[in-house]
């Protein structure tokens, strides 16, 4: 795959666990973020890297947790989620961050607390 | 009040038909326009994007911008089973530089 793959693509976990999703792109951008799609609700950003530095964290809970070791990779660590953290969650890259760079999103992964 | 209104859906119409999508917005500052095509099991695609009023085309889609209104709209000419998608209008505040996205319209092109 090319462009902005994420990992894995669907993945059940219990309130107690704790597991992290993955995100590369292969566009050699410098801005990547988190999003989360829940079902009749807009697009939530949650997290803005630039080159590897955070520049946005959106009233995240801190059982969310970000983590970009270069431009290239992002995580997204979690632990104790609840369920209504199921959701759709979406990575996406952009050359730089701001007005006129447009966004290249992954497929998503597709997170089921139970 | 949310920042973005995106009209409702389902929409569903007969393959040929004009279909119109529309936003309204309250937040002055917003200066970037964009529309995205969202497939099933897929992440969200730009289709197009504006930072000024009037209109852009696109092959079949034209995305049109009213800011004394704050109104956007995206039409779809001929439109085709492929077609068939959710559509996100979204919208940037250039200071701020992060987008704001209306809730989508899912949209149903019958052959």
């Known amino acids: 795959e090319t462009g902005v793959t994420q990992t894995p693509r669907h993945l059940v976990m219990g309130m107690t666990n704790k597991k992290s999703l993955k995100c590369e792109q292969h566009?050699?951008?410098?801005?990547m973020y988190w999003y989360k799609q829940s079902a009749k609700k807009p697009l939530e950003l949650m997290f803005v890297?630039?080159?590897?530095?955070?520049?946005e964290n959106n009233s995240v809970p801190s059982r969310f947790s970000p983590e970009c070791p270069n431009s290239s990779h992002l995580f997204l660590h979690l632990h104790t989620l609840q369920p209504e953290d199921s959701a759709l969650y979406l990575c996406?890259?952009?050359?730089?961050?701001?007005?006129?760079?447009?966004?290249?999103f992954g497929p998503g992964t597709r997170l089921t607390v139970t | 009040q949310k920042e973005v209104e995106q009209d409702p859906g389902p929409l569903s119409v007969p393959e040929g038909a004009i279909v119109s999508l529309n936003c309204t917005y309250s937040?002055?500052?917003?200066?970037?326009f964009m529309w995205y095509r969202q497939y099933s099991r897929k992440g969200p695609e730009l289709l197009m994007y504006?930072?000024?009023?009037g209109n852009k085309e696109d092959g079949r889609f034209t995305a049109q911008v009213d800011k004394s209104s704050k109104y956007i709209s995206l039409f779809i000419r001929d439109s085709q089973p492929s077609d068939s998608a959710t559509y996100l209008c979204?919208?940037?505040?250039?200071?701020?530089?992060?987008?704001?996205f209306g809730d989508g319209t899912t949209l149903t092109v019958k052959p």
């Open positions: 996406a890259s952009s050359p730089g961050q701001g007005a006129g760079y447009e966004q290249y």
């Open positions: 566009l050699g951008h410098n801005a």
């Open positions: 890297y630039n080159f590897k530095e955070q520049t």
């Open positions: 937040n002055s500052a917003f200066q970037y």
């Open positions: 504006t930072y000024s009023s």
């Open positions: 979204a919208m940037m505040d250039t200071n701020a530089g992060k987008s704001t």
